[in-house]
């Protein structure tokens, strides 16, 4: 087995309705009699991804493949469907479908759990002057659609439990002599910092992108 450190997006440059009446397996064999044409002895990428999220099987990742002049060794060479008309910094979205990029992330995890020295994945347009795939790869990968850290509902609860917990408190301290005062107020200094940590973690865990 080569040795694989790389992927590299593609897209095949097609209009987003083509062949939309052909499985997606005839789609690729298409694709591989383009290629073919121009005398390789195979289809240039090793997977493809349809639409609809389906990834089919191109090139076989043990050989090398033709995707990349100059970086073709030590690669693994990943093409979209759709793409024509694209700009290599669009946005993912402009050309290609939810599915195929829930399909694209499954499929860079899954190589590189199979493929522990893959260190990098990166776009076709960082190595040629051409838009392909039609987006900023590095960008799109650490795409988490960050929240407005308000708008967490985890974070807002939070919030709303410290407010409400505060006001019935001072309503309460109010009629206590100074004995009890003491000894209420420093049980709510002991339920602040706990609401305090709760608020530290539901920050931490929205900033990595979890609900």
Not at 24 to 35: D, G, M
Request: proline content about 2%; overall charge positive.
């Amino acid at each position: 087995m080569r040795k694989v450190n790389e992927i590299i997006i593609h897209c095949t440059a097609t209009r987003a309705d083509w062949w939309e009446s052909k499985s997606s397996q005839a789609k690729v064999n298409e694709v591989r009699r383009w290629h073919k044409d121009k005398t390789w002895s195979d289809i240039g990428y090793h997977y493809l991804i349809d639409r609809d999220g389906t990834v089919v099987d191109g090139r076989p990742v043990e050989r090398t493949g033709a995707h990349v002049n100059g970086h073709n060794t030590g690669t693994i060479g990943v093409s979209l469907f759709g793409g024509l008309g694209s700009n290599e910094n669009d946005k993912f979205s402009d050309h290609y479908t939810p599915e195929q990029g829930t399909a694209l992330r499954d499929l860079l995890n899954t190589l590189k759990r199979r493929y522990p020295s893959i260190t990098k994945v990166s776009g076709h347009n960082e190595y040629a002057a051409k838009a392909c795939p039609g987006f900023n790869v590095r960008e799109w990968l650490f795409d988490k659609k960050p929240r407005s850290i308000m708008k967490s509902t985890t974070l807002q609860a939070t919030v709303g439990t410290a407010v409400a917990g505060a006001t019935g408190a001072g309503t309460a301290i109010a009629s206590l002599d100074d004995t009890a005062q003491l000894i209420v107020i420093a049980a709510a200094c002991v339920a602040g910092l706990m609401l305090l940590y709760i608020a530290r973690e539901r920050i931490r865990k929205w900033a990595k992108g979890e609900r």
